[in-house]
């Protein structure tokens, strides 16, 4: 434990023998017998049983890696102690001297020695859960993530609660210590403890600590209490609040210092395993067969990679380097060369370029009728067999029955609280459920009827019960959008490479396309939904058809039905269709030039605007626009907001130059340098009630409103098999809940407009941006319906990149991806720029602009042309990578290699796709870099090479290659027994080409 670094670094030798002899002053004992040795020579291996040894011994530890961290330039922005761990925070912080943090810390193990004997246990369960089972003879000792607890108490309580646990099949392991921390058994020692922190001279943090005690920043008050520091030794460690705290405050780069990796375990928890947050370790974990000195080097060369700031030089202070000659001459066959992925090759004439010109960047979507055959030519007939979600409508039961004179295979499917088989090819399924779906589709199997041909009437259920816009709004989800997304997540999952699965969703008057319709913009959703599903999973299409009103007579209905039909079997590459009357309508975009029009402006001098999102980078940087050039009075309403201004240049010194806080803080100098003083509410936009609030606070302090911007939203950031509903609702809740507030609170104030926030995102889709378009797309489309009504004038502008301010210039990316982030971020708009848009559409007039520095139409063509996503696979399949191989990560241990087949298929296909030069079958899918995106590309290959099903879901559950080996063997044999003895023999007479797919060879 640290011992390699104490015979290999000067530096941290020097601090590890200054803290040894201040603790051998105070209890005569050496710690560098017990932690710069092996076990074997120690003089007493009981010695680490003393707490007063043992935690002064694991803070000197921590206390020498965190000053040989410093010294190598890695300078802490924020601090997270685990328990002891936060005396070595306060330390560094300068709260304690060493010599007083190290006295308290002897003190503290020696009175907790005293306690009665106990035992504590981790449990694998929440808090909440820990809290309901907890017997009143036992304490929650610590709440370390989301579902990992620890216990305490008196052995005999421990051993109750273990047996109570194991019958319920609930994971728990006992922790190698004698006492009872953070329990009622420590009552006796607190005050005692409290008067020798009394005699301690308390100073403030000069670092930002957070505090188990709290769960947040501790202040100056609280650390320099001595009381604080009793409640720590007694209460429960919240050290998961304290995460959650780092979390929100967009800390994106952990480091434990320390022994093991238990805060990367913890972080996992809270972050899942797609997120783009990195922890590094300091030293090697128990067992590994890598020095502590490698695994410091090696997170030095990552933290560097990372864009971290390192002093590299300090490394080798002490050494003689040497140079390294390179070829000089290529017949050496020596390849030096460090490759870069090419920049993209744009220039002004190019069809792609960057425009020059900011009146340029403007698009209006517009509806154009498109042509129809006749239409009392044959209906056609599409091959295959049709699951029907129905709304038990009449249009629906007539497709089905034209579906079955044509001979089809139909399964229909109604929406209820269950799965169920009601009769033969019929169902019920709960909207919204995955399971449920993966159920039917299973069944489906079962009876050899797998749907290629999939029409979703769901969007047309009449909603029951509250009739508001809210209400309807949360039953359209439920039918929609969350319909949509676990349809295509239980087809993911249980659908094998190869098979093409075309789904329709139909609804009904989304848009106000011809003028006088009585929309549904609720339902918008599912078109931002239908854009990221075929990028996302491999040979799913999808399309929407917007249907008009309710057909008046048979004949019309009949006609409808025809043209819905002939929209089955139309490759357009549109995804949105809208049928009104006799015609069908597709959405294109139209330039627009939009030059400075300054007589057109519906924007006041002196008016009064309020701004949700207001904190944010496009938010603030249109505030200080409109106060700059108008005067304007503006409210900004966040729902997190800034530090005391007293604290702004502490914050700014001590954080990233991207940090969102620091952003703020920022955009708020630069209003107050134009003499504006916004008002800065705190809300949740989607809360109708404080929204309410809000808005007389805006008229009482400044008289009036004459303007609302809607620009909240959060990014999103999974792809639909890993998102979680309650991620879903993050993202759509700021938009779509939020704007439906807006409009219901401000009904009855009169406005010059109101503007939406929307991107560019809402019409080309993206991987990981399923909830993010179906908000955007929502905005678009409630924008339409509010003019179409005679609201105030509303405008949603769809824009594209922010390069310098936003969340997308925040959100760091996987380094496969941030290469391309940077290019696009450099084509994308300043913040200048942007508010120039924002002036020339605010003068315009239009409900609906598109933004984007590149030529969109050119873009459009061919987002319709490739819209599946096997296209977009097959493309990084067939394209070399321009992504240097790199060398085998040395803290991932030993490499050992494949021993099958399967083994040795995966780690060749990780090989290709992580750029790695070995991978070897204990390595980690996340440790190599892997990300949700790039598992999008592994779970459609092993599909396709083995005829299973493999969500990418399982690779997470399954991370490295001898695990997810395992998994695709059990899988393919689960295949084979499936099939009898005959029906095997049968097939491989039939064709032999069949035996490696039914038998294990393939495998092993």
Known sequence: ???????????????????????????????????CEEPSKHAS????????????????????????????????????????????????????????????????????????????????????????????????????APSLCVVSGT????????????????????????????????????????????????QPPTVPLMSNLTGTWITEHEATDPTFWSRHLRQTVQFSACINTALEAHYDTFLEVGPGHSLKMFLRQHIGAGSEITAFSSLSRKGDDITDDEVFLDTIGRLWCSGNTVDLTSITVD??????????????????WIDETPARALSIDSPNAMKQKVADWLYSPVWKRVTLLNEDRSQPFIEGSWLILSDGGELCAQLVEKLLAQGASVTTVYPANQFQRN????????????????????????????????????????????????????????????????????????QVEGRQTHLWTI?????????????????????????????????????????????????????????????????????????????????QLEPVTLEQAVDRTPIRRRGIYLITGGLGGIGLAIADHLIRTEGAKVALVSRTGVPAASEWDTWIASHDEKDQISERIRGLRRIAESGGQP??????????????????????????????????????????DLTTPEMEDAVLRPKVAGALVLDSVLRDIPLDFVVYCSSLNAFFGGAGQSAHCAANAFLDAFAATRNAVGRSWTVSINWGLWGTVGAAYRTAQPPVLQRTRDLELKDGMSAAEGVDVFDRV??????????????????????????????????????????????????????????????????????????????????????????????????????KEYGIRMPVSELFKSPTVSELSRLIINEVLTEVEAISEGEAQRLSHVDPGLAPVVTPGKLL
């Open 319 to 336: 050494e003689m380097r040497l140079r390294v000659p390179l070829p000089t001459y290529p017949f050496e066959r020596e390849r030096c």
């Open 423 to 494: 009769a033969v090819s019929e169902y019920t399924v709960m909207a919204g459920d995955t399971e449920q779906f993966e159920k039917l589709l299973l069944a489906l199997e079962v009876a050899g009827d797998i749907p290629t041909n999939i029409a979703n009437f769901w969007c047309l259920v009449p909603p029951s019960g509250d009739s508001t816009i809210l209400g309807r709004s949360e039953h359209a989800h439920q039918f929609g959008y969350a319909s949509i997304v676990a349809l295509a997540r239980a087809l993911g999952r249980r």
């Open 45 to 144: 291996a009981a010695l680490i049983d003393r707490l007063d040894i043992s935690l002064p011994a694991v803070f000197t530890l921590e206390y020498t890696l965190a000053c040989l961290w410093k010294e190598r330039n890695v300078q802490p922005i924020a601090m997270i102690g685990h328990s002891v761990g936060e005396y070595v925070a306060a330390c560094i912080a300068g709260v304690f001297t060493l010599e007083e943090a190290l006295h308290l810390v002897i003190v503290r193990g020696r009175l907790v020695d005293r306690t009665a004997p106990g035992a504590m246990l981790s449990v694998l369960l929440s808090e909440s859960q820990v809290r309901e089972s907890l017997p009143s003879n036992l304490d929650l000792a610590s709440v370390n």
């Open 1 to 35: 434990m640290g011992a390699d670094l104490y015979r290999t670094e000067p530096f941290f030798r020097a601090q590890f023998n200054r803290c040894a002899a201040i603790v051998e002053e105070e209890i005569g004992v050496d710690l560098r017998s017990i932690i």
């Open 842 to 943: 605010i003068r315009s007039g239009l409900s609906w602009v598109v933004v984007s520095t590149q030529d969109l139409l050119n873009d459009v063509a061919a987002a319709n042309q490739n819209r599946s996503a096997n296209t977009l696979l097959d493309q990084k399949r067939t394209t070399k990578s321009n992504v240097p191989t790199r060398s085998r990560p040395r803290r991932l241990g030993q490499y050992v290699a494949p021993t099958n087949n399967v083994e040795l298929y995966i780690a060749t296909l990780w090989q290709e796709l992580l750029s790695c030069e070995q991978v070897g079958i204990h390595d980690s899918f996340l440790e190599l870099g892997g990300h949700s995106l790039i598992g999008i590309q592994v779970a459609s290959r092993i599909r």
């Open 507 to 587: 609804t009904r008057m989304i848009y106000p396309i011809l003028g006088n319709e009585s929309t549904k913009p609720e339902y918008a959703p599912v078109i931002g939904a239908s854009r990221v599903i075929p990028i996302e999973y491999g040979k799913i299409d999808c399309r929407v058809i917007d249907l008009g009103s309710l057909p008046a007579d048979d004949d019309e209905s009949r006609r409808i039905l025809a043209m819905l039909l002939r929209e089955f079997t139309t490759s357009r590459g549109d995804v949105l269709t809208a049928i009104r009357g006799r015609y069908c309508w597709v959405q």
């Open 155 to 202: 052995k005999e309580a421990i051993a109750a609660y273990e047996a109570i646990l194991a019958s319920r099949s609930i994971e728990c392991r006992r922790i190698e210590i004698a006492r009872a921390g953070h329990s009622h058994l420590l009552d006796p020692i607190i005050g005692e403890f409290e008067k020798e922190v009394a005699r301690t001279k308390l």
């Open 679 to 720: 008002l800065v509410l705190s809300a949740d936009v989607s809360d109708e009630p404080r929204m309410r609030e809000v808005v007389r606070e805006v008229i009482s302090y400044f008289g009036g409103l004459d303007g609302v911007i809607h620009a909240s939203g959060v990014p999103a950031g999974s792809v639909i």
